[in-house]
């Protein structure tokens, strides 16, 4: 077995990550699934998704991050953003389009859902479970 020393990032391990996250992007031929939106020379946005597999309903596209600066918020950047997404969805032949929204963050909801999108915490009653450090601790005694 290789020997190796495994080790907390530190932050002038900053660049050796960038190219890390960068090699995985392009061996996993995701180099184009983040995006970002420019205005005058400054990036204002931005949007990373993945694909993956659901057994019971197929391809999708998941949306983890998705953010637009408060100042630019309400002039069709994040729409126009989504409609992407959409539209790499349906190319891909993608069943549907996932993401997290905090339960406290009411404009983002009311953003979706103007959109289309199913709560589906409320209307399939699926929840979102976290097990936190202290029980992974645990289940590693057992």
């Not at 949306?63 to 349906?90: A, N, P």
Request: glycine share 6%; with cysteine.
């Amino acid at each position: 077995m290789a020997s190796f020393i495994l080790r907390k990032a530190q932050p002038n391990d900053v660049p050796d990550i960038l190219r890390l996250i960068k090699e995985l992007a392009k061996f996993e031929d995701m180099e184009d699934k983040v995006m970002l939106s420019e205005k005058e020379c400054a990036v204002i946005a931005f949007a990373m998704y993945y694909f993956t597999y659901d057994p019971w309903i197929g391809k999708l596209l998941y949306l983890e991050d998705f953010y637009v600066m408060g100042e630019y918020r309400g002039l069709g950047i994040g729409s126009q953003i989504l409609k992407v997404l959409s539209e790499v969805s349906v190319k891909t032949g993608c069943s549907s389009m996932h993401f997290i929204v905090a339960e406290n963050n009411t404009e983002s909801i009311e953003f979706y859902k103007r959109r289309g999108a199913a709560d589906l915490s409320s209307e399939e009653g699926w929840r979102l479970f976290e097990i936190e450090k202290e029980a992974l601790l645990k289940m590693t005694t057992k």
